[in-house]
């Protein structure tokens, strides 16, 4: 099953657009699925006082991540209806307007997809040891406080 | 012999490093005390204690070899 | 403003994944934008007795779909902080497996995409005059009903 | 001179035709007994009646030139 094929979460650098509409592409053989509910994080180019935001630099504490990922996946599954889910979360530098987060859930209903999707993106920003540094135009830096 | 102190984010960059070797200490609580007696900024952020990679809630026991993380606010995604 | 720029919604035949890619890449130039929000609608091979949809073939009143589209994007900008959104649908035959509803949301904050792109969805599917006829494996075919 | 009335999915299936040109009749309950009467069939489906492009809740003067819909339950997405 699905279920069990788990993909490295990790990706060095930004998420290509290209890489999420294969990943949809990737779909097209599960012909059970009705709904697939995708949310994806942009950086965004905050002001902060003279300041802007030129990327952000992303660490974590890898393997208390990949575990959690794991246990999300799992709870996931086990909360809602879904066919298939997909986690991917940036490393390292990201410019301001690239992606950084791509959460990816399919289902019958789309009910059960929008649901568990939006559920897995609060376990991450909550949940998961990233930390995001911003980077400013001038060098400076920041790191970030999400809200 | 000894605790692993993993240090991330804003943590790192108070401690100047990213990982700390301490002598065996009783609990979560007594490493606190040697970390803040050490790094007197640490007291001014909010950060949490992950043991073994779990977040703890409360004073939690320590053992040799325990590997314990000090994670300040989440910010990915 | 982005709100002006109306585009075409209905598209003939399936929604290619490179174009949600593409759709999604278009964006990286709004540097203000921290979220999107994706739908996609995909054909199910729904078992119905004896019979297998292989597709279904969508037809709809689209002079007065038209004008719903425009009123459901207005309401959109109007109900949530959003800074841009897309509807694509297809017309004609969508075989099981194909992309036939592509709803798109961009806002600074994560809430705002995620409720503006479910609030959408449930629109079009509740307002928006198309009519789903599913084909079956042996060419046979019955009027869709949505749920 | 009249009224044209568009015919969808099960509807256009019933009747045989997407389109019917009829004269004018006073509001919509007319044009729908008009119609079942023509088209027994449409009796036993649920539709609801567009007047110029806007669904309506209840019964509707009618008026040269009007576009009526006739509208099975949608099933887009």
């Known amino acids: 099953m699905e279920q069990k094929k788990i993909h490295k979460v990790f990706i060095d650098g ?23 509910s995708i949310f994806l994080g942009q950086v965004r180019n ?25 246990e999300i996946r799992e709870d996931a599954f086990k909360n809602f209806p879904i066919i298939c889910m997909h986690i ?6 990201v410019n301001a307007g ?6 990816f859930t399919s289902a019958i209903h789309r009910k059960d997809a929008i649901d568990a999707c939006e559920a ?12 995001g540094k911003e980077i400013f135009t001038n060098e400076n830096s920041q790191w970030k406080i999400n809200t | 012999m000894g605790i692993n102190v993993l240090l991330f984010g804003q943590v790192a960059d108070i401690t100047g490093k990213d990982i700390l070797k301490i002598p065996v200490v009783k609990n979560t609580n007594e490493l606190n005390q040697l970390l803040e007696k050490t790094y007197p900024a640490l ?6 204690i992950a043991v073994n990679k779990k977040v703890i809630q409360e004073n939690t026991a320590l053992h040799n070899e325990d590997t314990v993380a000090i994670l300040p606010p989440f910010s990915g995604g």
Chains 1, 3 share one sequence.
Not at chain 1, 16 to 29: L, R, V
Not at chain 1, 88 to 93: A, I, K, N, T, V
Not at chain 1, 120 to 131: L, S
């Open chain 1, 46 to 70: 905050d002001r902060i006082g003279e300041n802007e935001v030129a990327a952000i630099e992303y660490t974590a504490y890898r393997e208390m991540a990949e575990e959690l990922f794991i």
């Open chain 1, 14 to 36: 930004p998420i290509n657009p290209g890489f999420i509409g294969e990943a949809i592409a990737k779909h097209s053989d599960k012909k059970n699925i009705g709904a697939h």
């Open chain 2, 43 to 48: 007291k001014s952020i909010k950060y949490s």
């Open chain 1, 98 to 103: 690239e992606i950084s987060l791509f959460v």
């Open chain 1, 120 to 131: 897995i993106v609060e376990r991450i920003k909550k949940e998961v040891p990233v930390w």
């Open chain 1, 88 to 93: 991917y979360h940036s490393l390292g530098r």
